[in-house]
Nanobody, 125 residues
Framework: QVQLVESGGGLVHTGDSLRLSCATSGRTFSDYALCWFRQAPGRERECVAS????????YYADSVSGRFTISRDNAKNTVYLQMNSLKPEHTGVYYCAARSGPHATYVYTTWVDYWGQGTQVTVSS
């Protein structure tokens, strides 16, 4: 079992930055690739960034590439999402997710082994 707890969401304005954190506990953190999902109002949950189990490889959706940076600290069992130059279309609930295996790829919701509870990010214009 892996527990994931997100933090760092909030209400910001266009152009602002936020850093989300996801603290994990339970099974070996380094056995899992980690992914940040976003669920916008009325939309399906989608993977916006993922990082390999080693932290060396990353994946970004086109909608966030160049603005968001995912990273992990295996010593602290924590994964981060640095979000810069935020826009209203980045609004949504952000979920941290763990998928067993090493690779950083697009992750479908059905591939996820463990979910966090989500943290709300709202970007006002």
């Amino acid at each position: 079992q892996v527990q994931l707890v997100e933090s760092g969401g909030g209400l910001v304005h266009t152009g602002d930055s936020l850093r989300l954190s996801c603290a994990t506990s339970g099974r070996t953190f380094s056995d899992y690739a980690l992914c940040w999902f976003r669920q916008a109002p009325g939309r399906e949950r989608e993977c916006v960034a993922s990082v390999s189990s080693s932290g060396r490889d990353t994946y970004y959706a086109d909608s966030v590439s160049g603005r968001f940076t995912i990273s992990r600290d295996n010593a602290k069992n924590t994964v981060y999402l640095q979000m810069n130059s935020l826009k209203p279309e980045h609004t949504g609930v952000y979920y941290c997710a763990a998928r067993s295996g090493p690779h950083a790829t697009y992750v479908y919701t059905t591939w996820v082994d463990y979910w966090g509870q989500g943290t709300q990010v709202t970007v006002s214009s």
